[in-house]
């Protein structure tokens, strides 16, 4: 799945270790989140958006769905 | 703020502290493991007595080390869950493959000498560690 979460983190200057201590997860899964090697849970998803405040499909994308 | 940012801080520590904790929990293991394998032989020139409060001590030890490891899982994230549930998976998987084909090499008379519980423990550890040096490697 893709995502936009290096994008995201970026515009707000944080590092994976940053974002990873705000999301209570480790700096390797912020990184496998971001290259696309894990894809989070549903309540990892919402506590994404929430700290970015935007919704879930703005910051993930359901290869799935856009492969149809 | 604060509170979010001490509630993160909380859960960082709780994990710090837990790894110290199952580290601490499996040195006494081991190392009452090596009081009650030596101690007989070494130290207490085989009393009954000592010997079996040397064995109770140990498995008090190893079933701490358990409820501590449960505790260290617990508090993992999902990616660090997910790489332990694999990683036990073939640590499991091996444990029983390996060890009752050991065994069976051992009853059939395959091997000159007896299958030897440590040699599966050596093992599955070895699978354990190489498992999650791997899996660690895949999600960098």
Known sequence: MKNRLKVLRAECDWTQADLAEKLEVSRQ?????????YDPSLPLAFKISRLFDQPIE??????????? | MNNKNAKTKDW????????????????????TMAVANFGPRLLWDYNQLLTIGAIILNLLAGIGMILV?????????????????EVMGLSLGVAIVAGLSYSLLDTTNFIPFDAEIAHLVILVGLVYLTSIAVNLRRYR
Do not use: C, P
């Not at chain 1, 990184?31 to 696309?36: K, L, S, V």
């Not at chain 2, 709780?14 to 929990?25: G, M, Q």
């Open chain 2, 12 to 31: 960082y520590t709780r994990k710090n502290r837990l790894i110290y904790r199952l580290a601490y929990w499996s040195g006494a293991y081991v190392a």
């Open chain 1, 58 to 68: 703005q910051i993930f994308e359901d290869g799935a769905e856009t492969n149809s």
């Open chain 1, 29 to 37: 899964t912020v990184n496998a989140i971001e290259t696309g090697k």
């Open chain 2, 69 to 85: 490891n449960i505790q260290h899982l617990n508090v993992l994230d999902e990616l660090m869950k997910k790489i332990q549930l």
